[in-house]
C-alpha cells in the first residue's frame, strides 16, 4: 500500500473550516508536513509538526497528529476562496535519508 | 517566489530522445532534491545532492541521471525518452540535509510525444 494517503477531493463553502486528513505509515518520521500547491505553481510549505507534539495552532491553520493511529489533519478556519489549491501531506521517512515521502495530494474546491 | 529557478518550463520532446533540466537553489542552500510529478504515481522522490556529492536516492530510473555542480546548481539528465516519462519535474532545495523544509521550484513540465 501506499505510504502517505490522502483523499483526493473536498469540498466546501467558502467561510466553512476545511479539514484535510491524512493517514502515514512510518513510526520513525520525526516531522510531519503539509505543503501547498497552487495551479501553476511550485509547492509550498505551509506547516509541520513535531512528532511528540499533538496539535499546533498557526492562525487559520490547525494541525493535529494521532501518532498511534498515524493520522495527520490539517485545519483551516474560514475558508476562502485563496485557499483553493491541492494540499499534500509528508513524512520524513527514516530520519529524512530518503528526502520526504509525499501523499497524492487532497484538491480542495471552494464553493461560493 | 521561492527562490529555486528551473528550466526550461515547457519542453516537448520526441520518444528516444534525451533532455536535460536545469536548477539553481536557493542562495545558502546546500541540498537538492529532484521530484517527479505525475497524475498516476503523484510526487515521486528521485535523488537528492548536498554539497556536491549523492546523498539519497529514490525511484530514479536507471535512465535518467543527475548531478550537482560545485556553484551548488543541480541537473537532471533523462535519456532514452519514453511516452510515460511525460510529467512534471521538480527541483528543490533546502539548507541542510536532514530537513522536510523545502523550497521548490516552478517544475519543467516534459511531454514526450
Known amino acids: 500500500g501506499e505510504d502517505v494517503e490522502q483523499s483526493l477531493f473536498l469540498s466546501v463553502r467558502e467561510g466553512d473550516s476545511s479539514v484535510i486528513n491524512c493517514t502515514y505509515t512510518?513510526?520513525?518520521?520525526?516531522?510531519l508536513y503539509w505543503y501547498k500547491q497552487e495551479p501553476g505553481a511550485g509547492l509550498q510549505l505551509l506547516t509541520y509538526?513535531?512528532?511528540?507534539?499533538d496539535m499546533k495552532q498557526d492562525q487559520r491553520l490547525t494541525v493535529l497528529l494521532n501518532k498511534k493511529d498515524k493520522h495527520l489533519s490539517l485545519r483551516i478556519a474560514d475558508t476562502q476562496t485563496g485557499d483553493s489549491a491541492i494540499y499534500f501531506c509528508?513524512?520524513?521517512?527514516?530520519?529524512?535519508?530518503?528526502?520526504?515521502?509525499f501523499g497524492k495530494g487532497t484538491h480542495l474546491i471552494i464553493q461560493p | 517566489d521561492s527562490g529555486v529557478t528551473q528550466t526550461p518550463k515547457h519542453l516537448i520532446t520526441a520518444t528516444g530522445q534525451r533532455v536535460t533540466l536545469r536548477c539553481s537553489p536557493r542562495s545558502g542552500d546546500l541540498s537538492v532534491y529532484w521530484y517527479q510529478q505525475s497524475l498516476d504515481q503523484g510526487l515521486q522522490f528521485l535523488i537528492q545532492?548536498?554539497?556536491?556529492?549523492?546523498?539519497a536516492k529514490g525511484n530514479i530510473l536507471e535512465r535518467f541521471s543527475a548531478q550537482q555542480f560545485p556553484d551548488l546548481h543541480s541537473e537532471l539528465n533523462l535519456s532514452s525518452l519514453e511516452l510515460g516519462d511525460s510529467a512534471l519535474y521538480f527541483c528543490?532545495?533546502?539548507?541542510?540535509?536532514?530537513?522536510?523544509?523545502?523550497?521548490f521550484g516552478e517544475g519543467s513540465r516534459l511531454t514526450v510525444l
Open positions: 509538526i513535531f512528532s511528540n507534539m
Open positions: 545532492y548536498y554539497n556536491g556529492e549523492e546523498r
Open positions: 509528508a513524512e520524513n521517512e527514516r530520519g529524512g535519508a530518503d528526502g520526504l515521502t
Open positions: 512510518d513510526s520513525s518520521s520525526t516531522y
Open positions: 528543490a532545495s533546502s539548507v541542510t540535509a536532514n530537513t522536510g523544509e523545502l523550497f
